[in-house]
């Protein structure tokens, strides 16, 4: 294998040593790593910036900038588009990173929100008073959160279409008063009221 000298340290080091930088002659940086790493660092530092320290990581694994561990491939998904064919974060972090997204997106929520809505029901379903708060609900003319129930409940509000006059009904249905329309003539019924 054929070494190169950097023009920093001006030391002979292998081509591996060099990263890839396809608008010099010989398609190799002009710096060997380590030194194209320092000159970065001391750029960031000159601008007021810093430059978080590289951590080892043995092969097969790689550092998750949220939980700050090191963890093997299988911890990671797999990510075309980046360099190093994994995503940026660990599966937990890059979950709770989109959950976070997608309540700020959908309804203006951040994390100290959500967990005060919760709080201020007690931890529990507005409605049934029994199961864990888990799911927010939202009027879907103006988008207006309601509160915060358990699955069942906010799926049974998603069923009746959120229309008051149907949940009335199907609560006098439920207290034993069935519904019986009256037959006013062939073919027309008056609704109870």
């Known amino acids: 294998m054929k070494a190169r000298r950097c023009s920093r340290c001006k030391q002979y080091l292998p081509r591996t040593a060099f990263a890839s930088n396809k608008s010099m002659p010989d398609g190799l940086q002009a710096y060997c790593r380590e ?7 001391q750029r960031q530092e000159a601008k007021g910036k810093s ?8 092969p097969g ?3 998750c900038p949220q939980c700050e561990a090191v963890k093997p491939h299988s911890e990671w998904e797999r990510n075309k588009a980046s360099p190093d064919g994994w995503a940026s974060y660990c599966r937990p972090c890059r979950a709770e990173r ?8 959908k309804y203006g929520l951040t994390p100290a929100d959500l967990d ?14 029994a199961a864990p708060a888990a799911h927010v609900d939202h009027c879907h003319e103006k ?3 309601r509160g915060v129930l358990c699955f069942s409940c906010n799926a049974a509000l998603g069923q009746f279409k959120d229309r008051p006059d149907v949940i009335r009904r199907a609560a ?5 008063n069935a519904w019986k329309p009256i037959l006013v003539a062939p073919g027309v019924y008056q609704l109870p009221s």
């Open 35 to 41: 030194c194209s790493a320092e000159y970065y660092r």
């Open 116 to 129: 005060a809505l919760v709080a201020e029901q007690q931890g529990v379903c507005c409605i049934c008073l």
């Open 172 to 176: 006098t249905y439920l207290e034993g």
């Open 61 to 63: 694994h790689k550092r």
């Open 51 to 58: 430059v978080r320290e590289k951590v080892p990581v043995p």
């Open 143 to 145: 988008g207006r959160v």
């Open 98 to 105: 989109n959950r976070i997204s997608y309540f700020k997106r």
